[in-house]
């Protein structure tokens, strides 16, 4: 069973400051992805990756990067934290190339910047 | 542990047929229930769901809840090929102080043939 984990379950961080978050899947995915999950706003991707060392930007990825340097491994990086990144951060990982595979989503992060 | 269970999990009709998709789930401090509709880079909403018995409906989808027995079911009728999509089911589950955690299924890969 395909398990995609997420390292935090809550965050509380100052404006300015870096945040990592990251995501790690055991089932060998080649693709992993970030969204966010805003009321109203449905989840947006903002950044994924189909393999290791390579990306790709989503719909909003101002104020991101993220890295992947393994294959099981997809962090999102928030390089100086705004109040407007307060959301839920959902990872997802699925098989094979491109968006016709199911997506299977980790249990997202809360995230508040203060 | 939260559990949300979809089928099928794969499901090829034709064109005009009526489907109906399945979701079950087993979590603590159930707020609501979503669908999602997964074709292009980011799921698209389609309905939550909180009290239960009361349908939605959405064009030629409608959505009911049993939170006695703790399922939903997503009706489409006539059945066009761009229903074509993976849909996904998910429970939204209060935490602490407010809304937290979102457990998705595996989906359900609906194929309509011509």
């Known amino acids: 069973d395909v398990k995609v984990t997420q390292s935090s379950r809550y965050l509380v961080k100052r404006t300015g400051e870096k945040v990592f978050l990251e995501c790690v899947q055991d089932m060998d995915h080649e693709n992993m992805f970030w969204y966010r999950q805003d009321p109203g706003l449905g989840l947006r991707l903002i950044y994924f990756?189909?393999?290791?060392?390579?990306?790709e930007k989503g719909d909003i990825p101002e104020g991101y990067s993220v890295s992947r340097e393994k294959k099981e491994r997809f962090s999102l990086i928030l390089e100086s934290a705004s109040t407007n990144q307060t959301s839920m951060y959902l990872c997802?990982?699925?098989?094979?190339?491109?968006?016709?595979?199911?997506?299977?989503f980790g249990n997202g992060t809360r995230l508040t910047v203060t | 542990e939260d559990k949300v269970v979809q089928s099928p999990l794969s499901l090829v009709v034709h064109e005009g047929d009526t489907v109906t998709l399945n979701c079950s789930y087993e979590?603590?401090?159930?707020?609501?229930l979503l669908w999602y509709k997964q074709e292009k880079k980011a799921p698209t909403f389609l309905f939550m769901l909180t009290s239960s018995g009361i349908e939605k409906k959405s064009g030629r989808l409608s959505s009911i809840l049993d939170k006695k027995e703790l399922f939903s079911i997503l009706n489409i009728t006539a059945t066009q090929t761009g229903d074509s999509a993976i849909y996904l089911c998910?429970?939204?589950?209060?935490?602490?102080?407010?809304?937290?955690?979102?457990?998705f299924g595996k989906g359900t890969h609906l194929i309509i043939q011509p």
């Open positions: 990756s189909y393999d290791v060392k390579m990306k």
């Open positions: 979590v603590t401090n159930f707020r609501s």
């Open positions: 997802a990982s699925s098989l094979g190339r491109g968006f016709g595979s199911p997506l299977h």
């Open positions: 998910a429970v939204l589950m209060y935490s602490g102080g407010g809304a937290d955690g979102l457990t």
